[in-house]
């Protein structure tokens, strides 16, 4: 089709046109941003764990006052946690992924080093741990029952002047040991010696403390209640009932506690990523309205156009021209209006990357978000002139015989 | 004339009742999501203590060891117990505070109340002069007690509603982790916000019902809540020692500002200080901010909070140019009848006029719109699950600004297509007819 004729119209219409340009080239720009921050936030939100979510429950209490023997009344309260009925298995761990609060500590290879290798997340577990949490062992053994120490004695300095024997996930390894042999290997938490029995796949940090997500190193320690967590594992069907019991075994065990907690690891996840999946809706919500906007803004600017044209319109038509031919004309108009906008758009939605990378610590956008929302655009853009087109297409020919 | 032109405008509305009704609700929908989010970042960017914020310094050394130093970098967050309570000793600034948020469970003595727990604040004396903490009852504790380690507590007016039905309780006792404090004060409703003295434990939200002498605290054993950074090798085990190597003291100096550099030399100095006697293994490294720098360097405002902002700005700029080119559209449809009005007479001036009045109209409907649009915004951000929710309203600046934008709005909607409208040659439209 030649554009010639549409672009010599456009010509008496320079401002509106460039507004419309104008609008199509800030909702490409915008849009495009927001997918990619909706992309970044669902990333985060669906991080895997490395946990058995949806098995697990927990409670956490604490006692008035000091508790003189904390760490007698937790080891009670575990036995009677692993007598309920339902209950899988039992721990105590200091820390879980996805809640407010993490223990980190720096390794290095070497003890002489000036600057440490990394710095991991650093997760205490009782007997049974990595069985109750679900953590996935790819080398190495667990601990022997020999190695749990209570983590009241371990701040008091037992089994410092030995190696403790530790597990890391495979991010800590490969950091560690880039050739891929960390089992076995004696790495140091300042001048303590740990040592790797073994190695899980995964297990995400608590809160990316230090922009560190993954990498996470688990000690043989049981943390006393209060501080520690209680983590119980069951069908995922009888996660209330687990609850209730253990809520019930801990008030018998000693009524003259607060519980502090008790919840389903799922619920815990699902609050430390409320801000997150609220910023996501957001998002979603102001791209869908910004679309709106510029769709019933070119169906308004289109339908101006084509009772303007009426007259033009029937000229054409009694000249011969088909009613396709009329509509293609706008189709061809809006998609001419639609590329200069994508592209200006195109221009912009680099440039306001490249300032939120600069403000929020945020990567570079793909490029392939550009053809998204160049497609988006255009498809919007046809959409919404379909209408005005097919009206400017339903012109009669004898318009033209009429004066105005 | 201009009650002509208004009529004018209204019969215009009626001939395109869909477009009117969709320029409207664009200026709307973007007023109401540009004030909404400009309200939450007024709120949350606030001076949380107007009149004091500048004489206000937040003091930070550097206690760290040699190892993994970074010349240039940022010292400690925070302050060790020795710094603390040395400093606090030298009193060399007007006043000086040492704090630290903590939790305590309070047992009440009414059998019917369940032993429940509460956040606190462990602080020194100057804490409520320097912080302008107005009291309801009694009054705050003293230099003294801080030394003498006295069992008191200030509580708040929410705990003294909840365990004394909101009586005088000044001279009762509290039974705090299975000791015993008397009550010497009352707060009134206090609650800066964001809670810019300490922001470890986030910035928004949190109440404090029990504010007591960190001596005290340290005595019994109380523990406290927030970030602490322990470094090097800790003699005895204890992190609340006073010679453990671990920073989790918030402390704030008052002064006048112009004695700020005075002061931050006498920082380095005393860091030069305990470097020579062993304590301190970095150069000196001191930093000395006042409230709003404080606040700035913390991020205090949500990035997401400023991302929502520029967000709905952005959404408002798509807004307006969608209403111009559809007032510009509809003008210059007109333009047969503009011309004919030319011709009749009316001069440039009133033509310009009466685009004006037709596409302010638009702008002042839609913004008054918008306001409602913004009121129901804050109300939905009120329901979000966020710490700063309860904070979201509008208050009487957020209000002025809402009726200049939407001044501004319609104006800018209007202008442009006014000022085009006034340029139709009448003799071209005429002879076109």
Redesign the interface.
């Given at each position: 089709m030649d554009i010639r004729p549409i672009l010599s119209t456009l010509r008496r219409?320079k401002?509106?046109a460039a507004?419309?340009v104008?609008?199509i080239a800030?909702?490409c720009a915008?849009v495009c941003n927001?997918l990619f921050?909706v992309s970044q936030r669902i990333e985060k939100i669906s991080l895997p764990s490395g946990i058995a979510e949806n098995e697990l429950v927990m409670v956490r209490v604490?006692g008035?006052?000091?508790q003189t023997n904390a760490m007698a009344r937790t080891r009670e309260d575990l036995a009677a946690l692993r007598a309920l009925p339902g209950a899988k298995a039992v721990t105590v761990i200091n820390q879980l992924p996805f809640r407010n609060s993490s223990s980190n500590s720096s390794i290095s290879r070497k003890q002489e080093q000036?600057?440490?290798t990394t710095s991991v997340s650093l997760y205490m577990l009782s007997e049974d741990g990595l069985r109750t949490m679900g953590m996935n062992l790819v080398a190495g053994r667990d601990f022997q029952p020999s190695e749990y120490l209570d983590l009241d004695d371990v701040?008091?300095?037992a089994g410092r002047d030995q190696a403790v024997p530790v597990i890391i996930n495979q991010a800590v390894a490969a950091k560690m040991a880039p050739d891929g042999n960390a089992l076995g290997q004696t790495y140091y938490m300042g001048?303590q010696p740990l040592h790797v029995i073994g190695i899980i796949d995964h297990l995400a940090t608590p809160t990316g403390w230090n922009n560190n997500r993954v990498e996470s190193m688990i000690m043989p320690a049981r943390a006393a209640f209060g501080s520690g967590i209680y983590m119980l594992r069951t069908d995922p069907a009888r996660r209330d009932e687990v609850l209730k019991g253990a809520l019930a075994a801990l008030e018998r065990n000693d009524p003259?506690r607060?519980v502090?907690e008790k919840l389903s690891y799922e619920d815990q996840r699902k609050?430390f990523f409320?801000?997150d999946l609220?910023?996501v809706g957001?998002?979603v919500t102001?791209c869908v309205?910004?679309l709106v906007?510029?769709a019933?803004?070119i169906v308004?600017?289109a339908?101006?156009?084509v009772?303007?044209r009426s007259k033009q319109i029937g000229i054409r038509r009694a000249l011969g021209a088909t009613r396709g031919q009329i509509l293609r004309y706008f189709q061809t108009e809006n998609f001419l209006l639609a590329t200069v906008g994508i592209v200006l758009g195109m221009l912009a939605a680099y440039a306001i990357n490249l300032a939120?990378m600069n403000?929020?610590e945020l990567p570079r956008m793909p490029l392939a978000y550009l053809p998204i929302g160049a497609v988006l655009l255009w498809l919007l853009g046809q959409a919404a002139v379909f209408g005005p087109a097919r009206r400017a297409a339903a012109v009669p020919p004898a318009v033209a015989t009429r004066g105005? | 004339m201009l009650a002509y032109y208004a009529r004018l405008a209204i019969r215009s509305f009626r001939r395109n009742k869909v477009l009117t009704a969709l320029m409207v609700v664009a200026i709307a929908l973007g007023i109401g999501a540009s004030m909404t989010t400009l309200t939450v970042f007024h709120v949350l960017s606030g001076d949380p203590i107007p009149g004091k914020s500048d004489r206000l310094f937040y003091v930070q050394v550097d206690p760290r060891p040699r190892s993994g130093y970074v010349a240039g970098e940022e010292p400690e967050t925070q302050l060790t117990r020795f710094d603390a309570e040395t400093l606090l000793r030298g009193r060399h600034a007007e006043r000086q505070a040492m704090m630290s948020g903590g939790a305590a469970t309070i047992e009440p003595e009414n059998a019917n109340l369940k032993p429940f727990s509460v956040d606190t604040r462990w602080t020194s004396a100057d804490f409520f002069p320097m912080f302008e903490v107005p009291m309801q009852y009694g009054r705050p504790w003293t230099r003294e007690d801080d030394e003498g380690r006295a069992r008191v507590a200030v509580i708040s007016r929410m705990l003294n509603d909840k365990l004394f039905n909101g009586a005088d309780s000044v001279g009762r006792e509290l039974h705090v982790n299975g000791h015993v404090l008397r009550i010497v004060g009352v707060l009134r409703d206090w609650k800066p916000q964001p809670s810019f003295f300490d922001l470890t434990l986030g910035s928004f939200g949190r109440d404090e019902d029990i504010i007591a002498p960190i001596s005290t605290a340290l005595e019994l054993e109380l523990g406290s809540n927030g970030n602490m950074n322990c470094f090097g090798e800790n003699p005895n085990d204890d992190s609340y020692a006073v010679n453990a190597p671990c920073a989790w003291i918030q402390y704030w100096a008052e002064m006048d500002p112009s004695k700020a550099d005075e002061y931050r030399q006498y920082l380095v100095n005393y860091s030069n200080q305990q470097r020579e006697g062993g304590r301190f293994e970095r150069p000196a490294n001191v930093r000395l901010r006042n409230v709003m720098d404080w606040l700035d360097f913390n991020g205090a405002v949500p990035s997401d909070v400023r991302l929502q902002m520029w967000l709905a700005l952005g959404f408002l700029v798509v807004c307006l140019i969608n209403t111009v080119g559809l007032l510009l559209a509809k003008f210059l449809r007109r333009s047969g009848e503009i011309g004919v009005r030319r011709a009749l007479g009316a001069s440039r001036g009133q033509i310009f006029l009466q685009c004006l009045v037709e596409a302010g109209a638009v702008g002042v409907v839609g913004g008054l719109l918008g306001l409602v649009l913004a009121a129901l915004g804050l109300y939905a951000v009120r329901q979000q699950p966020v710490e700063y929710a309860t904070l979201a309203h509008l208050d009487g600046s957020m209000l002025l600004l809402a009726l200049g934008m939407t001044l501004l709005a319609s104006l800018a909607a209007g202008f442009l297509p006014a000022w085009r409208a006034m340029q139709v040659t009448p003799a071209i439209q005429l002879k076109s007819q």
């Open positions: 219409h401002t509106a507004l419309i104008l609008e800030l909702t915008i927001a921050l604490s008035i006052g000091k000036e600057r440490p701040m008091k300095g001048r003259n607060l502090r609050d409320k801000n609220a910023m957001l998002l102001v309205a910004l906007v510029t019933l803004g308004g600017l339908s101006f156009w009772q303007q939120l403000q929020y105005t | -």
